[in-house]
């Protein structure tokens, strides 16, 4: 890649402003680092991974409003994770996450669970506990 | 402490070189990739994220601090710690006594990471140069300038859990030796890096892996657009995305070899620099038929075309590599 072929696509760029370091090479073909403030085509695929999360996010949240899933997968979506991930975060089987997935299951969960997933989305236990009660109508 | 912050295109490379810098043994970044033969391909089918396959064009996390260290004869001291309290304080002593700290921590949890870019990868690399009111002063290699920190935050990034969790992994360099034979270095890492990339008996691993994936790409069911889409773009996530330098490692890698034919004042070392800039040029366009593809703008041409500009590309680095591992078994 040549110095002047380093993209700048800073309008669609995904590093808020921020650039990251590519290495290139000048015209007498010798190599330095130079700063890209984005590239549209690696933009384009982060916003794939993006977006098919907000998807299931979405698709989570209606599933708890219409009383048939729990908060859980839909936080879990939001906080980037899937259950593979959330599994391994949280030290459960992916067997019990699924049930935990359920909303009566998961009015049941004590609170060590739920400590669990409080420190996996980095949320104050009594948020998850206060759901729990169906005190909230916010998720 | 006086220290200077060096931007790096990788977080791993970029901690090593500045780490080995601060201690009076001037390396740059490119150089730690190269020395510590860091260049690889992977398919790992079973190994999932988000669903899809870890597709690596490096070697695994660690790999790099722990191979350089080896080569350079540098007593590298490493803690992880079960308590989350212990860790926080080894830093802070270290900190105390004037240390370049290396940490592994997450990026999910570092809050001066754009929010676009925060995925739960566990293997990130940061320096650490001191304290001021509560907050961390760090170098974060993928920035351009360095960066504060609040104690719970950082203290969540190193003890995050999950896959390659960190376990408040903290690191730094005691005795680095200044005096190196950079041509057996060189010769070293190189052949090494050709065996990883050419001699393994492995299908997924190295240019075998490459070709892998082109037969991969090739087999993709053209009525499952969704899925075909998000397959493609997490190749180019992994190729580009992930600090890299550009084409997986490519030009990092290539810059190396010019660096070292400058060094030895070996021209068929900077040949092959060129060589190498020239494949990773391709991989940037493989990324561009992968997006466009994703798209539906190549859409009637199938995937055939972008399998094989990928078989193109292994061909060109089985030859290339065949050439540096006869160099480095043949030079005196």
Redesign the interface.
């Known amino acids: 890649?040549k110095l002047d072929d380093v993209p700048q696509d800073a309008e669609t760029s995904?590093?808020?402003?921020?650039?990251?370091?590519?290495?290139?090479?000048d015209q007498q073909?010798?190599?330095q680092?130079a700063?890209s403030a984005g590239?549209?085509?690696?933009n384009?695929?982060?916003q794939?991974?993006?977006a098919?999360l907000e998807l299931l996010e979405q698709e989570a949240w209606h599933g708890w409003r219409s009383g048939q899933l729990s908060p859980l997968p839909c936080l879990m979506y939001r906080?980037?994770?899937?259950e593979?991930?959330l599994a391994?975060?949280?030290?459960l089987w992916r067997w019990r996450l699924r049930r935990h997935f359920k909303p009566q299951v998961f009015a049941r969960l004590s609170r060590v669970v739920l400590a669990r997933y409080a420190?996996?989305f980095?949320l104050p236990l009594e948020q998850l506990l206060a759901h729990q009660q169906g005190t909230v109508h916010e998720l | 402490m006086s220290f200077n912050h060096q931007q790096s295109a990788h977080c791993e490379s970029g901690v090593m070189s500045s780490l080995l810098t601060h201690a009076g043994l001037p390396i740059s970044e490119p150089m730690a990739f190269g020395l510590s033969s860091a260049l690889a391909f992977a398919y790992l089918p079973l190994v999932k994220l988000s669903g899809m396959p870890l597709i690596a064009y490096r070697m695994p996390p660690k790999h790099i601090i722990k191979t350089l260290s080896k080569r350079l004869g540098v007593r590298l001291h490493t803690a992880t710690f079960s308590q989350p309290k212990k860790g926080q304080e080894a830093l802070d002593r270290a900190l105390d006594q004037g240390r370049l700290v290396g940490l592994q921590s997450s990026v999910f949890w570092l809050p001066y990471f754009p929010a676009e870019m925060r995925f739960h990868f566990n293997a990130h690399n940061l320096l650490a140069y001191g304290r001021d009111e509560g907050e961390y002063l760090l170098s974060d290699p993928v920035f351009e300038e360095p960066v504060r920190c609040s104690a719970e935050a950082l203290h969540k990034a190193r003890f995050a859990k999950g896959a390659l969790a960190a376990k408040g992994l903290l690191y730094w360099l005691d005795d680095v030796p200044l005096e190196h034979d950079w041509l057996a270095l060189i010769r070293k890492s190189i052949l090494s890096t050709a065996r990883i990339l050419d001699g393994m008996p492995l299908p997924w691993i190295g240019i075998r892996g490459i070709d892998h994936l082109a037969n991969k790409i090739n087999g993709l069911d053209l009525n499952a657009k969704k899925y075909n889409r998000l397959y493609l773009t997490h190749i180019v996530r992994m190729q580009e995305e992930i600090g890299t330098g550009g084409a997986g490692f490519r030009f990092m890698y290539a810059s190396f070899l010019q660096e070292a034919g400058v060094l030895l004042a070996d021209e068929q070392l900077q040949t092959a620099a060129k060589e190498l800039t020239q494949i990773g040029d391709q991989w940037r366009q493989f990324a561009l038929l992968c997006v466009k593809q994703s798209r539906g703008k190549d859409a009637g041409l199938g995937m055939q075309p972008i399998a094989q500009a990928l078989h193109a590309i292994a061909q060109q680095e089985r030859a290339l590599f065949k050439g540096l591992a006869l160099w480095a078994k043949q030079r005196q």
């Open positions: 890649m995904s590093y808020a402003g921020h650039s990251k370091l590519l290495y290139a090479v073909g010798r190599y680092g700063q590239w549209d085509a690696e384009y695929a982060t794939q991974a993006l098919e906080y980037r994770m899937d593979l991930a391994q975060v949280t030290g420190d996996a980095g």
